[in-house]
Nanobody, 115 residues
Framework: QVQLVESGGGLVQAGGSLRLSCAAS????????MGWYRQAPGKQRELVAA???????HYSDSLKGRFTISRDNAKNTVYLQMNSLKPEDTAVYYC?????????WGQGTQVTVSS
């Protein structure tokens, strides 16, 4: 009965920026961690970034420096600021949350970066 809803995806030119948001709602006592994953056509889903309840962050080495994850615990929301976007960043981005030792996934939001 927990739902994650992503927003902020869209079409952007290379070098541009997007800010993704993911809000968790439902029977939530506390969120242990939230993160972003992405899946490009023909590729496996991969971790982009994650943030714990204490604020510790983890980034994929290939994305570190361009993407920034942040959260608002009071709003049960996590954000992903994406800068200097490249065509290779094109993928469906999924929000993930670990809540009471359970994992939940959003439906995904499409990010397309044109050359």
């Amino acid at each position: 009965q927990v739902q994650l809803v992503e927003s902020g995806g869209g079409l952007v030119q290379a070098g541009g920026s997007l800010r993704l948001s993911c809000a968790a709602s439902g029977s939530i006592f506390g969120i242990d961690a939230m993160g972003w994953y992405r899946q490009a056509p023909g590729k496996q889903r991969e971790l982009v970034a994650a943030v714990t309840e204490g604020g510790s962050t983890h980034y994929s080495d290939s994305l570190k420096g361009r993407f920034t994850i942040s959260r608002d615990n009071a709003k049960n929301t996590v954000y992903l600021q994406m800068n200097s976007l490249k065509p290779e960043d094109t993928a469906v981005y999924y929000c993930n949350a670990e809540i009471s030792w359970r994992e939940y996934w959003g439906q995904g939001t499409q990010v397309t970066v044109s050359s």
